[in-house]
């Protein structure tokens, strides 16, 4: 699958743009997954967006956020594949280009996540280990996994 990668701070994102963000995470973390949480945190305007477009239909996003904000190093977040696009390899092509992003961005070895527990086998076969035991975040099993720069 050939999707438009793009890649900006909040500040550059459009309307429209900003408004499909919303809408799938909305769709999957509410919706989907029935989890009353708080989406629109404070952390999108620090943050850089990463989404992968076919067309005009948003098909994965995700935010990188820098040190500080979220951890002592920098993460990434709010991952989230459109259902109609799943197993289409669209998750890993998402994360791979987020990593290399991240890295490019802050120019730090790490980065942290919290990952829904069931997703461990994804994020490890990307290079994440696990640094915690499961833990609960607004309902759902979660750990918090990090990646060094140059580990696999």
């Known amino acids: 699958m050939q ?3 793009i890649y900006k701070s909040f500040h550059l994102l459009t309307v429209e743009e900003l408004y499909a963000i919303m809408q799938l995470r909305n ?3 509410s919706v ?3 989890c009353v949480y708080q989406d629109a945190d404070d952390k999108d305007q620090a943050s850089y967006h990463l989404a992968g477009w076919d067309g005009k239909k948003l098909a994965a996003y995700c935010r990188i956020l820098p040190a500080g904000l979220s951890y002592d190093s920098p993460s990434i977040g709010r991952v989230v594949s459109s259902p109609a696009y799943r197993n289409s390899g669209c998750g890993r092509r998402l994360m791979q280009l987020a990593i290399a992003k991240s890295l490019a961005q802050f120019n730090h ?3 942290t996540i919290s990952a829904q527990f069931y997703l461990q086998k994804f994020y490890s076969d990307l290079g994440f280990k696990q640094i915690s035991d499961i833990y609960q975040e607004d309902g759902i ?3 918090k996994m990090q990646l ?3 580990s696999k």
């Open 3 to 5: 999707l438009n990668w």
């Open 27 to 29: 769709e999957v973390f």
């Open 32 to 34: 989907e997954q029935n």
């Open 109 to 111: 070895p790490l980065i």
């Open 141 to 143: 099993p979660h750990i």
């Open 148 to 150: 060094r720069s140059g």
